[in-house]
């Protein structure tokens, strides 16, 4: 069974930072991209970042150049180290499978609160 | 960047009947289309992709249709566990990103 579990979110305030952990099991996580994906409060689905098989990463417009993704095969799991945070980035993080483009696995998520 | 919109942005439907939602890019996503449901308090969960392709486990009242920039997603006769807010998503244009829409309501009436 596919399973994706987040953790490391809390409150932060502005101008903080804050690292999101996913711990992935189930599948040969190695063989998948992943991707990072929120939801603000009441609000729709944004896509956050990407990270291939072999490294290739893309970030959206309005976290390119404070969030970074990264993984870890050997541990199976996926980081997103957030900098510089913005009220505007409060909003539940999902970790997901992301098959070209294709989420077909999701995490539960974690609450990011950016706040003072 | 292709834009993606959806209608109704709710949706009141009685247990056993069809619903009918709605999902247009603003330009051709060939059949590069997800359909996405998410109850209250939980994770999205894929329903159909490639347009028309259930995904693993979802019961044949799902149907998804359409091509182009027009799409549709039926479900023939809702259940109480289908009252959930539905989004629709392009992957046309990946890499880099992927599109949501801003999603449909389907609430109990």
């Known amino acids: 069974e596919v399973q994706l579990v987040e953790s490391g979110g809390g409150l932060v305030q502005p101008g903080g930072s804050l690292r999101l952990s996913c711990a992935a099991s189930?599948?040969?996580?190695?063989?998948?991209?992943m991707s990072w994906v929120r939801q603000a409060p009441g609000k729709g689905l944004e896509w956050v970042s990407f990270?291939?098989?072999?490294?290739?990463?893309y970030y959206g417009d309005s976290v390119k150049g404070r969030f970074t993704i990264s993984r870890d095969n050997a541990e199976t799991s996926l980081d997103l180290q957030m900098n510089s945070l913005r009220a505007e980035d409060t909003a539940v993080y999902y970790c997901?499978?992301?098959?070209?483009?294709?989420?077909?696995?999701w995490g539960q998520g974690t609450l990011v609160t950016v706040s003072s | 960047e292709t834009v993606m919109t959806q209608s109704p942005a709710t949706l009141s439907v009685s247990p056993g009947d069809r619903a009918a939602l709605f999902c247009r890019a603003s330009?051709?996503?060939?059949?590069?289309l997800a359909w996405y449901q998410q109850r209250p308090g939980q994770a999205p969960r894929l329903l159909i992709y490639?347009?028309?392709t259930r995904a693993t486990g979802i019961p044949a009242r799902f149907t998804g249709s359409g091509s182009g920039t027009e799409f549709t997603l039926t479900i023939s006769s809702l259940q109480s566990e289908d009252f959930a807010v539905y989004y629709c998503?392009?992957?046309?244009?990946?890499?880099?990103?992927?599109?949501f829409g801003p999603g449909t309501k389907v609430n109990i009436k």
């Open positions: 998503q392009e992957y046309a244009n990946w890499p880099p990103g992927i599109t």
């Open positions: 997901a499978r992301d098959w070209g483009g294709l989420i077909d696995f």
């Open positions: 189930g599948f040969k996580f190695s063989s998948y991209g």
């Open positions: 990270i291939s098989t072999s490294n290739i990463i």
């Open positions: 330009q051709s996503i060939r059949n590069k």
């Open positions: 490639d347009t028309s």
